[in-house]
Each structure stands twice: as structure tokens, then as C-alpha cells.
């Protein structure tokens, strides 16, 4: 089984305040689908467009085989830093999943998928 930490937000997503104790249950029950072994979430600070407890997960993920996030809607809205943080968890050769989506980012091909769904999704709100 792989050991992941869990990634939650206290800002808005996609427009909706989701308590950390619902992200935490969405994230355990993923888990449990995926046998994966979950590690207690790092809560992600109040401050909008900040991404410091995601670099902390990312920093210290050798010491597991990647991150499971509550929704792809956490990462950045800027793609330039999403991409960089993507790959730096894709480097170390881990992974980053999103628990509401149930996408899994591996590799390349992964990444390029979930771009195209943020891409897609970023249209679709703007119409």
C-alpha cells in the first residue's frame, strides 16, 4: 500500500467554504478506495492564492509516495506556478491525486489531461 498526506483548503472552492472535517472524510474515503494509507491533511493557510502548505507537502514528500487533495480547484489559477508545482511532485517521481475528481497525475500524460480539464472548466465559467 502507498502512504500519501492529504492536502485541504480553508479558502473558498470554487466559490463554496467546505469544512476541513468534509475534506478530510472525502480524502480518508478515497483513500480507503484506493488502498492507500492516509496521513493526517496539511490545512492550507486562509490567504487567497496561497500555496505554502502545499510546497510544505511537496518539500517533504520522500517521505511518502504522494499527495491526495481534496479538489484540482486548490491548485493555482495561475498556470505557470500550477505546472511548477505539478512537476516538482512528478520529478520526485510521487504523485498528486484529487479526491472529487478521482484523477490520479503520475506522469506527463496525466498532467496534460488534467490541464485540459482545468482548461475546459475555466471556459465553461467564463461563458
Do not use: W
Amino acid at each position: 500500500m502507498k502512504n500519501i498526506k492529504g492536502y485541504i483548503s480553508s479558502n473558498y472552492i470554487k466559490n463554496n467554504l467546505i469544512s476541513q472535517k468534509v475534506q478530510n472524510l472525502v480524502i480518508r474515503k478515497y483513500c480507503e478506495d484506493k488502498n492507500l494509507i492516509y496521513n493526517l491533511s496539511n490545512a492550507e493557510y486562509i490567504h487567497d492564492e496561497s500555496f505554502i502548505g502545499l510546497n510544505e507537502i511537496i518539500e517533504s514528500i520522500d517521505n511518502y509516495n504522494g499527495i491526495v487533495a481534496y479538489s484540482m480547484h486548490q491548485l493555482p489559477k495561475d498556470r505557470k506556478l500550477r505546472l511548477k508545482l505539478l512537476n516538482k511532485v512528478l520529478i520526485k517521481k510521487k504523485f498528486i491525486s484529487f479526491a472529487t475528481e478521482d484523477i490520479a497525475v503520475k506522469d506527463k500524460k496525466t498532467l496534460n489531461y488534467l490541464e485540459l480539464l482545468i482548461n475546459l472548466n475555466n471556459y465553461i465559467e467564463s461563458e
